[in-house]
């Protein structure tokens, strides 16, 4: 097989393989090599179909994706992984501090599920909610229609952050979710959510707030892949997942250089 950029290395297969079903049959093609057709994907931005012969049968590289995707793979894997990464940085695995924000991705014109209009950024498309850490690792993620308020989909992205890191106590926010529901809802959590505004917020002038630059860095990593750059996927489900695979690669590199 031809070795390619994106390929999994031996220390990086060994972290995956203790997190996917490993069913001890005869097989035409590894799952390294579906994995390996997967980052290739994600990274060239190239269709399913249109994979190279190097790989195994696009059908069944799908067929993998899908599969992953529903049974929670891709986020268990990613999940660890972010500990893997932050206790090799000399951090607790269970950070304290969390940071949230959104970015609005257009979609391409075949898409028909969870999508609408920013009417602030002027987008149609889909939102990529997320709260990271203080090193820019994704604790939650999740992907909604552009016309949905951030202090509305925050909702879910909160829900679906809680009880997963006992340490967590605080997460800094924009003022897109200011309002006494959230506050309630992160209170809930056991956890404090601080607005962080600019000094002046009538100024149009680029300002670096502590922190809150951290989330905008890590949207940033992502737009190294190509399948990222437009939001590709018929359903958001699918989207959220190729969001997943993006940070899994990245944070196999973080871990094996």
Request: aromatic residues 12%; proline residues 3%.
């Amino acid at each position: 097989m031809t070795s390619y950029p994106t390929n999994v290395t031996d220390k990086q297969w060994q972290m995956i393989t203790s997190y996917i079903e490993l069913v001890e049959r005869k097989r035409k093609y590894s799952l390294r090599e579906i994995f390996n057709a997967m980052f290739y994907v994600v990274k060239t931005g190239c269709q399913w179909r249109m994979l190279p012969k190097d790989f195994a049968p696009w059908n069944l590289v799908y067929y993998y994706f899908r599969k992953w995707k529903n049974n929670g793979t891709f986020e268990e894997i990613l999940s660890v992984l972010v500990g893997e990464v932050r206790k090799a940085a000399g951090r607790d695995e269970s950070p304290s501090l969390g940071i949230i924000d959104s970015r609005s991705v257009k979609t391409s014109h075949h898409v028909d599920a969870d999508r609408g209009i920013d009417g602030n950024k002027k987008i149609k498309g889909r939102k990529e909610h997320i709260v990271t850490d203080t090193l820019g690792l994704p604790l939650a993620i999740v992907i909604h229609a552009a016309n949905i308020f951030d202090g509305v989909g925050a909702k879910k992205v909160l829900e679906n952050l809680a009880y997963k890191y006992p340490r967590l106590k605080k997460i800094l926010a924009d003022g897109g979710y200011r309002g006494d529901d959230l506050a309630q809802l992160a209170k809930k959590y056991g956890w404090e959510l601080s607005v962080v505004l600019r000094p002046d917020e009538s100024s149009k002038k680029f300002q670096i707030l502590p922190k809150r630059w951290i989330v905008e860095r890590t949207f940033s990593w992502i737009e190294n892949c190509r399948r990222l750059a437009l939001d590709f996927e018929f359903f958001s489900d699918s989207a959220l997942a190729m969001l997943q695979t993006s940070f899994i690669m990245l944070l196999l590199n973080k871990l094996f250089k």
